[in-house]
Nanobody, 123 residues
Framework: QVQLVESGGGLVQARGSLRLSCAAS????????MGWFRQDPGKEREFVAA????????YYADSVKGRFTISRDNAKNTVYLQMNSLKPKDTAVYYC????????????????WGQGTQVTVSS
């Protein structure tokens, strides 16, 4: 079992920045690839970014490429999402997820989920 707790969401103006954190507890954190997803009300949860077990490989949705950076610190059991140049369309609840089989690209790849943190970008 892995427990994930996100933090760092909030209200920010367009073109601003936020850094999300996801702290993991339970089974060995480094055994899991990690991902960030987001969901607007009434929409499906969508992939944002993913990172491999050691952090050597990262993957991004086209909509965030060049603006968001995913990273992890296995010593702190934490994965991060640095979000720069935020846009109103980035507004969503952001979820982190753990995936045992490799960097996730969709919700079905994920084994554990956090509770989510709200990010609101005002224009």
């Amino acid at each position: 079992q892995v427990q994930l707790v996100e933090s760092g969401g909030g209200l920010v103006q367009a073109r601003g920045s936020l850094r999300l954190s996801c702290a993991a507890s339970g089974r060995t954190f480094s055994s899991y690839a990690m991902g960030w997803f987001r969901q607007d009300p009434g929409k499906e949860r969508e992939f944002v970014a993913a990172i491999s077990w050691t952090g050597g490989n990262t993957y991004y949705a086209d909509s965030v490429k060049g603006r968001f950076t995913i990273s992890r610190d296995n010593a702190k059991n934490t994965v991060y999402l640095q979000m720069n140049s935020l846009k109103p369309k980035d507004t969503a609840v952001y979820y982190c997820a753990a995936a045992a089989r490799g960097p996730p690209s969709n919700i079905y790849d994920c084994d554990y989920w956090g509770q989510g943190t709200q990010v609101t970008v005002s224009s």
